[in-house]
C-alpha cells in the first residue's frame, strides 16, 4: 500500500490510524533518511495507542517504553548500533515477542533479527513534489 502526505500533520494522522489499529506483539519497522518524518509518524502511532506523554526519538537509549497506552508501546531507535549483540544486551526479544507494540527506526541495520513476520514502513521525500510530501509505502514483510 502506497500512501502520499502533503503536511507533517498528515503523516502523523497515518501514524494514529495505524495505533489505533495496531494489535498486541505487531512490529513495525520504519526505513527512510535523516529529516524524512520518522519521528512525527511515530508520534502518530503512540498517539493512536492513547500514550499522551511526548515521544522522541530514543537515539541515545537504543529504545523508549511508554505504557501509558491501551498497549505498551516500544519505540527503538538502532542508528547507532554497532553489532546485535547489543540489542541482546537490552533483551530485544522481550519487546519483539511482547505484547505490546514496537516500532524500530532504522530497523534494515537489525534485519537479521527481526521477526519472521513485522510491517515496513518506507517513507520517502520527493522535492518536486514539494517540501512536505512524503511517499510512504506500508507492505507486510514475510521472511522466510
Do not use: C
Not at 533518511?33 to 515521544?55: C, M, N, S, W, Y
Not at 508501546?73 to 515477542?97: A, C, P, T
Not at 524500530?104 to 512536505?132: T, V
Request: negative net charge; charged residues 30%; hydrophobic residues 35%.
Amino acid at each position: 500500500m502506497q500512501i502520499e502526505t502533503f503536511s507533517p500533520e498528515e503523516t502523523f494522522e497515518l501514524g494514529r490510524q495505524i495505533g489505533r489499529e495496531a494489535k498486541p506483539g505487531e512490529v513495525l519497522t520504519l526505513i527512510g533518511d535523516l529529516g524524512v518524518g520518522k519521528t512525527v509518524f511515530t508520534q502518530g502511532v503512540a498517539a493512536g495507542l492513547g500514550i499522551e506523554e511526548p515521544v522522541s526519538s530514543p537515539t541515545f537509549t537504543i529504545v523508549q517504553v511508554y505504557e501509558d497506552g491501551r498497549l505498551p508501546f516500544y519505540h527503538f531507535d538502532v542508528y547507532r548500533i554497532g553489532d546485535l549483540e547489543e540489542m541482546e544486551e537490552i533483551g530485544y526479544e522481550d519487546y519483539f515477542y511482547g505484547g505490546g507494540v514496537t516500532m524500530i527506526e532504522w530497523a534494515n541495520l537489525i534485519e537479521d533479527i527481526l521477526p519472521e513476520i513485522y510491517r515496513e514502513i518506507r517513507i520517502e521525500k520527493n522535492l518536486e513534489k514539494g517540501f512536505d510530501y512524503r511517499l510512504i509505502t506500508i507492505e507486510e514483510v514475510h521472511r522466510s
